[in-house]
């Protein structure tokens, strides 16, 4: 479905869209009268799009030109309005064990493409004034994450940096969220590799929907982040943010080792 117009609430663009928390996100924003921009590397957001009425581009964003396609096609028909930097992958097992180019693509999409397109986006918001964006960051970002070292690191980067840029541009009209989840209902354990870790075989994951109702609420509203989901994420946050890394580590490493290590 091809858009034209914008829509009284404005144009939003969402990135990793096809599934999971960001396509429940790309719904909330639709059902809130936003013109959505969704987009992902799979074939799979083409389908996602027409569900949501939703325009779709798919895009390898972990290229410098797949993000600048992106900008271009999102703001083809105007300046966007929020912008949801969701796209990232996981990469599950020990650091030593899994291929090293699995680990620079996630840099790359995780960390890369999002310092990237948020900074094509935000110029063009401060200079209107006005802009939400929301990142999609993780419980995870809190602690070590042993057997997903890189992607824990990857959150941590990605809430550290939406932190920091909201600090910088608090008097221009333009916010940052960091959006939180705990584990999520979502195909990210077993595209990570991660099914068969405490982890990934809980059975009382969050409701993807959930997790992107309050990550766009606190977003609107311009709070600087929110932990989604049930009270479990919000304590295990705390642990995270306030046991010595010592601590922390063992017990995490717990959750996340793969069966056989």
């Known amino acids: 479905m091809t858009q034209t117009g914008t829509s009284k609430a404005g144009r939003a663009l969402v990135t990793g869209a096809s599934t999971g928390i960001g396509r429940a996100i790309a719904q909330e924003l639709v059902e809130r ?6 987009a992902a590397e799979e074939p799979a957001i083409r389908t996602a799009a027409a569900d949501l009425g939703a325009l779709a581009v798919q895009v390898d964003l972990t290229t410098a030109s797949g ?14 309005d929020v912008l949801v930097l969701n796209a990232g992958v996981g990469v599950g097992g020990r650091f030593d064990k899994t291929p090293l180019e699995s680990h620079l693509g996630l840099v ?14 935000l110029g063009e918001m401060v200079a209107r004034g006005a802009g939400r964006v929301l990142v999609t960051s993780s419980i995870a970002a809190v602690a070590p994450g042993p057997y997903h070292a890189t992607y824990a690191a990857s959150k941590a980067f990605v809430h550290s940096f939406a932190e920091g840029v909201r600090e910088e541009l608090k008097d221009t009209g333009v916010t940052v969220t960091s959006l939180m989840p705990g584990p999520t209902d979502t195909e990210f354990f077993s595209r990570a590799d991660m099914g068969d870790t405490k982890l990934g075989q809980m059975e009382d994951k969050d409701d993807p929907r959930e997790v992107a109702r309050d990550g766009v609420e606190a977003m609107l509203a311009g709070r600087s982040s929110v932990v989604a989901g049930s009270f479990r994420n919000r304590i295990q946050a705390e642990l995270g943010t306030h046991l010595p890394d010592a601590i922390a580590n063992p017990i995490f490493a717990r959750m996340t080792r793969p069966e056989g290590e």
């Open 33 to 38: 009268g936003y013109d959505v921009v969704v």
């Open 67 to 80: 993000v600048e396609h992106l900008h271009e096609r999102a703001t083809a028909a105007g300046p966007l």
């Open 108 to 121: 790359d999409l995780n960390v890369r493409s999002t310092v990237h397109l948020a900074h094509l986006v």
